[in-house]
C-alpha cells in the first residue's frame, strides 16, 4: 500500500493558463474522489469515479473545469482559464468500496497569480 | 442534504489533559457513518476514528473516542492523554450508507497542544 499518490505538491500559474493535475490512488480502490480546501475550511466536493465512471459532479465544477480516470486507475483533474478564485488545495481520495474511509494524498496546491 | 456543523474554530489543551472536539450534524437518514480526520500541517488527512449509525456503542481508538448521540444529532470527539503530536486540524466527517455516496466535512476545528 503506497497510499494515494498526487502530482505536482505545488503549482503557481498565471490567470487564464490551463492547469492539470493528477492522482494515482491506491491500487484496488475503484472509488476515487476529488475535493477542494480552501485555507481553514473543510474539504469540499468536486467529483467521484466508480472505475472509469464519473458517477457524480458537484455544482462547484464550473464548465472550466473537467476530471478523468479513463482506464479506472489514475485520475487527472484540469481546470481551463485559470481564475484567481481557483488558488486552492487540490485533494484527492480513494476508497475499495462503498462505506470504507476514505484515504486521502497530499493534495495539490494552486495558487493563481 | 446533509450539513455537519463545526462550531468551535479553535481549542487549545494542556499536553497529557483531556479536551473534547464538539461536532453536530443533520440529516433525515437512519442509516449513516460518521468519521474525525486529522489533519497536521504536513496537510495529508488521516482517519482518526469511525463510528457506525446502527452502533449504540461508542468508538474508541487508543486516546481516541466519541460520544455519539444519534437522537440529539451530536459527534463529539475526545483525546485523552494529548500529546504534542495531536496538534492539527480536526474535521467530522458524514457519509450516507446508500451506495456511491461522497464524504461532507464539517469547517474544522483547529486544537494547539501546549507544553
Known amino acids: 500500500d503506497t497510499g494515494v499518490s498526487q502530482n505536482p505538491r505545488h503549482k503557481i500559474t498565471k490567470r487564464g493558463q490551463n492547469v492539470t493535475f493528477r492522482c494515482d490512488p491506491i491500487?484496488?480502490?475503484?472509488?476515487l474522489y476529488w475535493y477542494r480546501q480552501t485555507l481553514g475550511q473543510g474539504p469540499e466536493f468536486l467529483t467521484y469515479f466508480q472505475n472509469e465512471a464519473q458517477l457524480e459532479k458537484s455544482r462547484l465544477l464550473s464548465d472550466r473545469f473537467s476530471a478523468e480516470r479513463p482506464k479506472g486507475s489514475f485520475s487527472t483533474l484540469e481546470i481551463q482559464r485559470t481564475e484567481q478564485g481557483d488558488s486552492a488545495m487540490y485533494l484527492c481520495?480513494?476508497?475499495?468500496?462503498?462505506?470504507?474511509?476514505?484515504?486521502f494524498g497530499n493534495g495539490t496546491r494552486l495558487t493563481v497569480t | 442534504a446533509q450539513t455537519v456543523t463545526q462550531s468551535q474554530p479553535e481549542m487549545s489543551v494542556q499536553e497529557a489533559e483531556t479536551v473534547t472536539l464538539s461536532c453536530t450534524y443533520d440529516t433525515s437518514e437512519s442509516d449513516y457513518y460518521l468519521f474525525w480526520y486529522k489533519q497536521p500541517p504536513s496537510r495529508q488527512m488521516i482517519l482518526v476514528i469511525r463510528?457506525?449509525?446502527?452502533?449504540?456503542q461508542n468508538a474508541t481508538e487508543n486516546r481516541f473516542s466519541v460520544n455519539f448521540q444519534k437522537a440529539a444529532k451530536s459527534f463529539s470527539l475526545k483525546i485523552s492523554d494529548s500529546q504534542l503530536g495531536d496538534a492539527a486540524m480536526y474535521f467530522c466527517a458524514y457519509r450516507s450508507a446508500m451506495t456511491n455516496s461522497k464524504l461532507t466535512f464539517g469547517k474544522g476545528i483547529t486544537l494547539s497542544v501546549r507544553p
Open positions: 481520495a480513494s476508497s475499495p468500496r462503498d462505506a470504507t474511509p476514505l484515504h
Open positions: 463510528q457506525e449509525a446502527y452502533k449504540q
Open positions: 491500487s484496488e480502490h475503484n472509488r
